[in-house]
Structure formats: structure tokens, C-alpha cells
């Protein structure tokens, strides 16, 4: 059997563009197309790949992906065929901070998008985020762990650690911590 795909996952702004350039600073070969550049919410960049949203129609670019780090969005991840086999690292950002996030990434971008307030966005990326974290624990050829976006930010080692033993991958934790700006974590929870 080929490599696992390493598909870094979350809900939008929660810290997957961050985990991508780790996983990239750490020597593992990353699947983006560089289409989407970096701007005032991302500085560090997106690291996409616009294929992944076709993958329904089209999933050939994973033919390549096998021992790379690939970003996919959460709700895509029920589309990943099953003939791959998966290591996931979920990004977990408060739903508070993820929505403040959103609301000036929109506002940055002079857009005005219309849709649910702040309270019912809360409930419906809570609601994806409980929803795939269950698809996930049924899927045979899926293995996930949870990184915690605020502390990954906060004090970076523990959370390293954890994924090099993730990925049985040797990280040089002091140097990828290193690269983690704490000021980078535009909202917090309140709570």
C-alpha cells in the first residue's frame, strides 16, 4: 500500500494555512498550486489547491498526493475516495474566533456578503465541525488527530510534539516553534 495522504482539515480560518507551512518548514512535501496568493489575512499564504474542490467530479490529483500534505476544506473530506489511506490533522479554533476571523477577512476584502448572522453562523460551523469529527471516527481508511489552533499559537511545543508522533516524523520542534507568530491569532474567544 502506498503512503498515506496527510490532509490538513478544519473549518475556514482556523489555522490550516499556519499548519501547511509547518508541515512544509518540516521537510514534508506539500500539494498546492499557489493560485491563491498571500494577503493581509493570510501574510504566510494559503497553500490550495483549487483541484481539491472538483474532487466529487474529478479526484485525479490524487494520484500524487500520496506521502504529501494536502489542504482540504471539512466539508470535503467525505468526498476523498476510499481507495487512499488518510492521516488527518483537524485544526480547532474556537467558533467564536473562527466567525470574527471570517467577518474581517470579508471586511478586508470589501465584501458584503449576505447570510446568516454571527449566532447562526456559530451554529452551523458548529454544527460541521460535530458532523465530520463523527464521519470521521467511521471511516476505516481516515486516522485524525485534533490540533488546538490558540494553543499551537500560545506555547507550540506541546502541540508539535504531538504531531511529529502523529506523523512519525522527527520535527525539530524548537525550530518550527520559531516560525509560529503569536500575533498572527487575529480574534481569541471571549470565552
Known amino acids: 500500500m502506498s503512503e498515506p495522504v496527510t490532509v490538513v482539515s ?5 489555522g490550516t ?9 518540516a521537510g514534508l512535501p506539500i500539494l498546492s498550486d499557489g493560485k491563491r496568493r498571500a494577503d493581509a489575512s493570510n501574510p504566510g499564504g494559503y497553500f490550495e489547491l483549487e483541484a481539491v474542490k472538483r474532487t466529487a467530479r474529478d479526484a485525479r490529483w490524487l494520484t500524487a498526493a500520496p506521502g504529501h500534505a494536502v489542504k482540504v476544506i471539512l466539508h470535503l473530506l467525505a468526498e476523498l475516495p476510499g481507495e487512499y489511506s488518510y492521516r488527518v490533522i483537524l485544526m480547532r479554533r474556537p467558533i467564536p474566533a473562527v466567525v470574527a476571523s471570517q467577518s ?22 458548529s454544527a ?12 476505516p481508511h481516515f486516522e485524525a488527530t485534533v490540533i488546538d489552533y490558540p494553543a499551537l499559537v500560545r ?4 502541540a508539535l510534539a504531538r504531531l511529529g508522533a502523529f506523523l512519525d516524523l ?22
Open 17 to 25: 494555512s499556519l499548519m501547511m507551512s509547518l508541515l512544509k518548514d
Open 155 to 158: 506555547n507550540p511545543a506541546p
Open 104 to 125: 474581517r477577512m470579508l471586511e478586508r476584502l470589501g465584501k458584503n456578503v449576505a447570510g446568516p448572522g454571527p449566532e447562526r453562523l456559530s451554529e452551523i460551523l
Open 10 to 14: 478544519g473549518l475556514p480560518r482556523s
Open 128 to 139: 460541521q465541525w460535530d458532523e465530520a469529527r463523527h464521519w470521521l471516527e467511521q471511516q
Open 170 to 191: 522527527p520535527l525539530d520542534v524548537p525550530s518550527l516553534a520559531g516560525r509560529i507568530d503569536p500575533a498572527l491569532e487575529h480574534e481569541t474567544d471571549s470565552s
